[in-house]
């Protein structure tokens, strides 16, 4: 079992396996050139599998694979295979742009993925093409529908901007309910990598803009998880993250790995430990101790209180958010 400094125990890893994105949204790297890090900085999917399956025997039964856009890595769903066949039962899931999804789900499917979240702020072409810098919604969408269609749970993101889409926040949740979706609206989390002046509706403003058609009433956390959960008067549930709060910083169980082989024990936390030397050597059990240390330092809260908010120099692009 994988046990933090203050006690909380860590059972869900979430691993980058790219730093490289094919959209340029304006909440995240809108002015980062197309480049990529060479592939021999990166942790090949046997090295990233030897470090995970000793953190799946420590504890570990929740993995998420992100990006970048994770769907850019060649070959994914063997990667996606090695995990499974591990531990089948694992709740393995995928975040995804959705954009080059189609193609794919099929396979990802049959390698034994369960669950994916897809990005999905907007139901009109050109506000898509305004935040992606490219014409992504057809695209998208048509990726949602396979992964549906081949049986992949599907839940939505959304990041409400002002200006830009809050006036869809109740289109894009009906979108998802009429599909059986969950959505879950994400504060916008503000970094040195973003446009300048971008402005997200916070908690208040969300529930503000759901409550125009709806009464809805609390139900609260589940689990772990960041979200806080309502309920509509039809009884549908959807969620919001607030990242500038702690509350859900009490139950954290996760911990982060890139693709270079950075261990970061909070999103919000520049800090980070790699692994990178002692995979490649193969010593798995210097990897274990550097884990150990960095779950050792894992911070009690993050930094972006509402009453003491940090801008985070973290590239989301690197950690998946």
Avoid at 54 to 65: Q, T
Avoid at 190 to 203: D, I, M, P, S, T
Avoid at 219 to 248: M, Q
């Amino acid at each position: 079992m994988l046990i933090d400094g203050h006690g909380r125990k860590v059972n869900y890893l979430r691993i980058s396996v790219t730093e490289r994105c094919n959209f340029r949204c304006q909440y995240c790297m809108p002015e980062k050139p197309f480049s990529w890090v060479p592939r021999e900085n990166l942790l090949s999917f046997e090295e990233l599998f030897s470090f995970v399956r000793v953190a799946i025997d420590e504890g570990v039964d929740k993995i998420r694979i992100t990006g970048g856009e994770p769907l850019l890595r060649e070959d994914l769903d063997r990667f996606i295979q090695m995990i499974h066949d591990h531990k089948p039962d694992i709740d393995l899931a995928l975040t995804t742009n959705g954009y080059l999804l189609a193609n794919v789900a099929e396979r990802l499917k049959d390698a034994g993925l369960k669950r994916i979240n897809i990005s999905i702020d907007t139901l009109k072409p050109d506000v898509a093409a305004k935040i992606a810098q490219k014409d992504v919604l057809s695209k998208v969408l048509e990726g949602v529908e396979k992964a549906l269609e081949v049986g992949l749970k599907v839940k939505v993101n959304m990041v409400p901007l002002k200006g830009i889409n809050e006036d869809e926040i109740i289109d894009v949740m009906e979108y998802a309910k009429a599909r059986g979706m969950t959505i879950r609206y994400i504060e916008y989390m503000e970094n040195v990598h973003a446009k300048n002046g971008l402005q997200g509706l916070n908690g208040k403003e969300i529930l503000a803009k759901v409550k125009e058609k709806y009464t809805i009433q609390k139900v609260g956390r589940e689990g772990s998880s960041p979200a806080f959960h309502y309920l509509t008067d039809d009884g549908y549930k959807f969620g919001l993250i607030d990242p500038h709060k702690h509350d859900f910083c009490e139950s954290c169980n996760r911990i982060r790995l890139t693709a270079e082989g950075f261990l970061i024990p909070c999103l919000y936390f520049d800090e980070a430990m790699s692994i990178r030397d002692a995979v490649k050597a193969g010593n798995i059990e210097a990897a274990s101790e550097i884990l150990r240390e960095v779950l050792r330092n894992k911070p009690e809260k993050n930094r972006w209180s509402e009453e003491n908010a940090e801008e985070s120099t973290r590239a989301f692009y690197e950690t998946g958010g």
